[in-house]
């Protein structure tokens, strides 16, 4: 299972960018997917997520301005953030919890991570 994103790049404050997210491989299910950031010395930190049945959950900072969205057929994920500030520089992740089958009728659940795009918001 692989988790591909897409999208990031440099945008002035005010701006808007979109990101998405693919998950492949032999998949049985994507559970909740979300988006998480993270800066230089600091830790990972959550943006939105969405469950499957489409219940968004944002970060403080975010809500308002970011909108994220899930198509469950092509298994994908995206992040449109508008009215962009130079504190959401960042690198962004995307995330999915995700079954895959074991051995005979077995499902095992794993949370995969995206390879991670730079967000960079400046004049």
């Known amino acids: 299972v692989q988790l591909q994103a897409s999208g990031g790049g440099l945008v002035q404050p005010g701006g808007s960018l979109r990101l998405s997210c693919a998950a492949s491989?032999?998949?049985?299910?994507?559970?909740?997917m979300g988006w998480y950031r993270q800066t230089a010395g600091k830790q990972r930190e959550l943006v939105a997520t969405?469950?499957?049945?489409?219940?968004?959950n944002y970060e403080d900072s975010v809500k308002g301005r970011f909108i994220i969205s899930r198509d469950n057929a092509k298994n994908t994920v995206d992040l449109q953030m508008n009215s962009l500030k130079p504190e959401d520089t960042a690198v962004y992740y995307c995330?999915?919890?995700?079954?895959?089958?074991?051995?005979?009728?077995?499902?095992?659940?794993?949370?995969?991570w995206g390879q991670g795009t730079l967000v960079t918001v400046s004049s």
């Open positions: 969405i469950t499957r049945g489409e219940i968004t």
């Open positions: 491989g032999r998949i049985r299910r994507v559970n909740d």
């Open positions: 995330n999915a919890r995700i079954d895959t089958s074991g051995k005979g009728w077995s499902v095992i659940t794993n949370d995969y």
